[in-house]
Structures are given as structure tokens and as C-alpha cells.
């Protein structure tokens, strides 16, 4: 129930316009009793009587109910979901702020199809809930209400013959609910977990084609397919047998009242109308008497769903700022690393150990070392997308974890092997992250990254869409995007992480170029595949599983350092 009560209080600031709703049922109900109770006067005063004068009352009233529950039916629907609409979007935008806000920890331990799925699948059930349940519960609910008092008041003795059927059902339903829930749960993650692989299917869709793969990738989506259609078809079941099952005892209990009450007309005990009126009321039930044994499909539908948005709501960020933090200006002096330690979980192996080096302002810094011993793993924690497990990373001698998130990030300038773009055009791809929207300044900024040239002959220019992670532009000319967006922002800490291993020679000498303009005069962190990149750098630090194996400059490394001697010359580099 507590999930229940949570997705309650999004409908707290709402709730003026929910109870004008309830009112609206309250009305639908009442006139939808009065409809079928009409049924009595027509066929004992007009048909049986023969009392013709009562023909223009009786037609008014039907017409002033069908009027007055057209009106208000529309308005309760509209005002449903209106409230529905609204709160999924308050919802979204909660989980929506939440993930931007979470540690980059919690991206790598949950794919991106399941957070998707949090997001659409499981949001649009509540959104169902939230229009469903009210509906179901509030004016089908008073329907049975009203129906259950004109029963009682037309012959006591049959609606209790029906009623005695009531426990039974409850019993049943209740059962039905349980397996409802448990089932609705592993729709939900079986949902979660095709969203997950065509997600990453269709990103790899080149890797497929070009290994042609597609026989076996498709082999495998049916049967994920397959799973999902045999956990939805057992909830299926548990969720169509509540209305059958209500319709065919309730049917049996009305036989009874068939029997004895159609010999109470004949013996002139009961009037016809009575009868009529009756029968048509309880058959009347069955329809929102169905739609309240959906509720129960619905509610545990909905408290599913709602575990799982919260889950996600709930989740801690493990990187957070400090309650006394502060705004870093710019370097004045140095970055340090002393005794740093990491390891991205408890219990799991060190990645870093025991790092000690101090990188000055306006020096240039490589990182090198094996793949796997750790190289981007310190720019991660520079940058605090973790935090050490021991130690302490410093600006100036001030723990970076005093600084604003914000202030520290912005004094920074990253540039990687993957480039990441938005399906935006080249100038709002250029400018992301910073405030000025000036296109001079974008324009200057990229013919800095020899940028400006390739834009030019584009289609739009600078106004050019790109489509999904630049798809629409070379590995050269992404690079050289990013490039200039790190210009746009001016950062006196610049971060390149292998920012050119992928390039071919062309575009590789393109970039160098950029990259050149754009560490003049600031402090920069390299880490290189290709060590001829680094060879002029002021300071090349030597990773080796986690560890320092040496600090110093190229010629010094090449003397000194066996690791270091044999990388340089496994890359066939003179």
C-alpha cells in the first residue's frame, strides 16, 4: 500500500479538479439508477394501467437523464484525464530529473532499454491507473451502490438471494488479485528487457550486418518475444476470468429469483413492473460490477509499475556535493592526486591503487599505459564522476570535493575517443553546455577546431541537423564538433582521452591542429593509444594495473622505463 500512497500525493495538488470528477460520478450514477428504475412506471402505469397521461412525464425524464448524463460524462472524462495526463507528466518529469541527477555508478549497472521502459511502459500504466481506477471504483462502484437500494426497495427477500453469491466472489477475486500482481510484475520486466535489447541491437545494428548475424539476432528476439507472450497470456487468464465468473454466479443467483419471482407475478403477489424493474437492475449490475473486478487488475497493474518508478526514484546518487561547498574560480597552481584508491563497487577489485602525482597549471599531462590498467578510470574521478574509495584528488590543495559539482566541472574541458553528439543541428551541438548562444562566437569556435569549412558545405550549415550521434558526419569532423564546443566554453583544464585513436591520418592531422590552438595556454590531460602524440608532453604518467610504474618526460621514460620503452615500441614508432 505504500506505493499506492506515494502515487497519491501526485494527485495532491490536483485535487479540486478530482473531486469535481467525483461529483460528476456521483450524478452519472444516480441518473444511470433513475434510467432503469423508469422501467417500473412504464410497465405498470403505462403498459399494464394503460394511463396514457403519464407518456410526456415519463419521456421528459428519460430525456433530461440522457442529457444531464451526456453532459456530465463527458465532463468527468475530460477532468480524468486531464488529472491522468498531468500526473504522468509530473512524474516523468521527476524521473526524468532524477536520472540526470544520479552518479555515472548507476548507468553502468542498468541498461538503458530498462530505464526506457521505466520511463514509457511504466509510466503509461499508471496513467491508466490513475483514469481507470477512479472511474471504476467511484461511479461504477455507485452504481452498484444505487442499484443495490432500488433492489432492496422493489422485494428484499430476491436481492438477498442475490447477495448471498457476493462472498464467494470476494474470496475469488482475491486469490485472482494475488497471481495478477505477480504476473503483472514479470510482464513488466520481461517488457523492460526487450526494450533493453532492441535498444542496443539497433545501435549495433553495423556490428550485426556486417558479421550478418541477423539470422541468430533474430532467432533470439523471438524468443524473447515467445516469454513475453507466454507471461502475458498467464496474466491474460487471471485477468478475463474475474468478469465471467462474476457474470455466471451472478446469473445463477438471478435463475433463483426468475423462478420464484416470476411465480409471484403469476399469482398476482408481485406486480409485473416490480419484476421487470428487477431483473433489468440486476442485469444492469453486470457492467459496472465488471468494471470494478478490473480495478483489481488495474491496482495491482499500477503498484507494479509504481515499485518500479520508485526504485528508480529512490535510487542515491554516490557522488553528491558536500553541504559547505564552494565555487572554484579557475587553477591557480596544481592538481594533485595523493594515496588515491578506487574501486567502483565494495568487495569489487581496485582499479587504482595508491596514485600519488601532482600535475602543475599550464603543463601538459599523458596518461599511458596497457588497455585496462586504469587510464580513464583517473579521468573519471578528476572529473568526479566517481569518487575515490582512499585518498584525496586536489586543486590547489583543496579537496575537489568541497568545490560545487557545477564550478569543478565547468573549469574542465573533455574531449574522447566517442564523440557525442545530439540529433540537433551543428550550431546547438556547438553551443551545448554553455550559455552564449552568439553565432559569432560558434563560429569562431569552430574554425579554431578546423570545423568551419566542412559546416560551410553542409546542406543548412550551421543550422544542418546531424541526425543520432552525428550519423550524417565522419569520425573527423564529429571530433572536430566536440572540439569546438570545448572551445565555445573556454576551460582552463583541458581533458582529451584518446581523442584521436580512432581517426584516420587526414583527419587525425585536422584534429591535432585543433587540438593544438586549443591547449595553448592551459593545463591539459592526455591520455594517448598513439604515443608520438604525447613524446613533447611535460609530464607522462606510466599506468600498470592500477599502479604508478613511473612519472617523467619522454626521453627520461625511454631511459628509464622498461613498460613505457616496450609500448613505444610495439607501435613500430622511430
Not at 504476473?183 to 556486417?210: C, H, M, N, W
Not at 454466479?249 to 426468475?258: K, M, N, Q
Not at 573556454?490 to 591520418?505: F, G, K, Q, V
Request: charged share 20%; hydrophobic share 45%.
Amino acid at each position: 500500500m505504500e506505493t499506492l500512497k506515494r502515487l497519491l500525493n501526485y494527485l495532491k495538488p490536483y485535487k479540486t479538479k478530482f473531486y469535481y470528477s467525483l461529483i460528476c460520478m456521483v450524478i452519472i450514477a444516480a441518473v444511470q439508477a433513475a434510467i432503469v428504475y423508469l422501467t417500473k412506471p412504464i410497465f405498470d402505469q403505462l403498459l399494464i394501467n394503460k394511463q396514457k397521461e403519464l407518456i410526456p412525464l415519463i419521456i421528459k425524464s428519460l430525456l433530461i437523464a440522457a442529457l444531464l448524463k451526456f453532459i456530465f460524462t463527458y465532463w468527468q472524462s475530460y477532468l480524468l484525464s486531464w488529472i491522468g495526463q498531468t500526473i504522468v507528466k509530473d512524474i516523468r518529469n521527476d524521473m526524468y530529473e532524477k536520472l540526470l541527477n544520479l552518479s555515472l555508478g548507476y548507468f553502468i549497472k542498468s541498461s538503458t532499454g530498462q530505464l526506457i521502459s521505466r520511463l514509457t511502459y511504466d509510466v503509461a500504466q499508471i496513467q491508466r491507473g490513475i483514469i481507470m481506477i477512479p472511474r471504476n471504483i467511484f461511479r461504477d462502484g455507485l452504481q452498484i451502490i444505487f442499484y443495490i437500494g432500488i433492489l432492496f426497495y422493489l422485494n428484499w427477500k430476491w436481492s438477498i438471494a442475490i447477495f448471498i453469491s457476493f462472498p464467494i466472489v470476494a474470496l475469488l477475486l482475491i486469490d485472482i488479485g494475488k497471481k495478477i500482481k505477480r504476473r503483472a510484475k514479470r510482464v513488466q520486466e520481461q517488457t523492460a528487457s526487450i526494450y533493453s535489447i532492441l535498444q542496443e541491437k539497433i545501435s549495433g545494428v553495423k556490428l550485426i550486418k556486417s558479421v550478418t548475424n541477423e539470422k541468430n539476432e533474430t532467432r533470439e528476439m523471438k524468443k524473447q518475444n515467445e516469454n513475453y507472450f507466454n507471461i502475458l497470456m498467464r496474466l491474460t487468464r487471471a485477468d478475463i476470468l474475474q468478469a465471467p465468473l462474476i457474470e455466471f454466479i451472478g446469473l445463477i443467483a438471478i435463475t433463483f429469483v426468475i423462478f420464484f419471482g416470476g411465480i409471484q407475478v403469476i399469482n398476482g403477489n408481485v406486480t409485473t413492473g416490480t419484476f421487470v424493474a428487477f431483473l433489468a437492475t440486476a442485469l444492469s449490475m453486470y457492467k459496472p460490477a465488471k468494471a470494478v473486478t478490473e480495478v483489481n487488475t488495474d491496482i495491482q497493474t499500477m503498484r507494479a509499475s509504481g515499485e518500479r518508478i520508485f526504485e528508480l526514484l529512490d535510487e542515491k546518487p554516490t557522488v553528491i556535493e558536500m553541504p559547505q561547498s564552494v565555487e572554484i574560480s579557475e587553477l591557480k597552481n596544481e592538481i594533485s592526486f595523493n594515496n588515491v584508491s578506487f574501486a567502483y563497487e565494495p568487495g569489487k577489485p581496485t582499479v587504482l591503487k595508491d596514485l600519488n602525482f601532482t600535475i602543475k597549471k599550464g603543463e601538459v599531462a599523458a596518461i599511458v599505459g596497457p588497455s585496462g590498467s586504469g587510464k580513464t578510470t583517473i579521468i573519471n574521478l578528476l572529473t568526479r564522476f566517481f569518487d575515490p574509495t582512499s585518498g584525496i584528488i586536489s586543486i590547489d590543495g583543496n579537496d575537489i570535493k568541497n568545490f560545487t559539482l557545477k564550478s569543478l566541472r565547468c573549469q574542465m574541458g573533455i574531449v574522447t575517443q566517442e564523440t557525442i553528439l545530439f540529433n540537433d543541428t551543428v550550431s546547438n551541438n556547438i553551443s551545448y553546455g554553455t550559455e552564449s548562444k552568439n553565432f559569432t562566437d560558434i563560429e569562431n569556435a569552430a574554425r579554431q577546431a578546423n570545423a568551419h569549412y566542412f559546416i560551410e558545405k553542409l546542406l543548412q550549415k550551421y543550422d544542418t541537423v546531424i541526425g543520432e550521434k552525428g550519423a550524417t558526419l565522419s569520425g573527423g569532423e564529429r571530433q572536430r564538433i566536440a572540439i569546438a564546443r570545448v572551445i565555445l566554453r573556454n576551460p582552463h583544464i583541458l581533458i582529451l582521452d584518446e581523442a584521436t585513436s580512432a581517426l584516420d591520418s587526414e583527419s587525425e592531422m585536422l584534429v591535432q591542429d585543433a587540438l593544438s590552438r586549443v591547449m595553448e595556454g592551459k593545463t591539459t590531460v592526455v591520455i594517448a593509444h598513439r604515443l608520438s602524440t604525447v613524446k613533447s608532453a611535460d609530464k607522462i604518467i606510466v599506468i600498470d594495473k592500477g599502479k604508478i610504474a613511473d612519472i617523467g618526460t619522454h626521453s627520461e621514460l625511454i631511459e628509464k622505463s622498461t613498460l613505457y620503452k616496450q609500448l613505444y615500441e610495439l607501435q613500430d614508432i622511430t
